[in-house]
């Protein structure tokens, strides 16, 4: 049994914790961490995955990204607790959150990490797009949820602190 819901400030605390379990110590010193600084996340897309009795399995959260222009949001961090690995948390959290980001009206969606887990969810290599250094261009992987959302978007990836209403 597994249920999916958006996160609340009552879960916050509990998905730190699982974070701090599933990464390694000074996850916050990563490149990706500075799009994330005094920026808050986007609450209708972050996720909390809990089994039986509420146990919490996996958590994910997006920020509000710019590509020069263009608005679009990064995935992560994602983390499913060490013993609830490999039974579809991950693919669940990933699946529900982008459809919902997509009925949002979101275009394009960025993230830093393993191609051959996130290529079954449609993510692959963008070129011309930069996360702050030091990230390996390989590691750089988008999703467009409308047809050639990233067709013309290059540059480096910044913070957007204003997320304006479109979203184009
Ligand atoms: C990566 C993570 C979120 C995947 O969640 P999950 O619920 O275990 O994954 P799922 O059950 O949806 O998928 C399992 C499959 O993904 C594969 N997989 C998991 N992590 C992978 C990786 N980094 N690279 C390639 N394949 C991976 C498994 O081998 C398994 O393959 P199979 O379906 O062929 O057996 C989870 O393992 C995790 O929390 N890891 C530690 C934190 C982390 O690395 N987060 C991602 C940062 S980019």
New binding site residues.
Partial sequence: MLRISIETPDDSQEVEYL?DL??APGRQALSSYRLRDAVPPVAKLCMVARGEEGVL??AIRYWPVAIGAAKALLL???????T???????????EASLARAEALGWQRVL????????R?FGFERVTGVEMPPPTNPE?VLGRALIKGAFGGVTGIVQQDVKPRRSRG
């Fill in positions: 974070y599933a990464f399995a996996g992560g961090p994602i983390a499913v607790h060490p609830r690995q490999g039974e579809g948390v991950g693919a669940e959290l990933i993230l830093v990490g393993d191609a051959p887990y996130y079954r590691r």
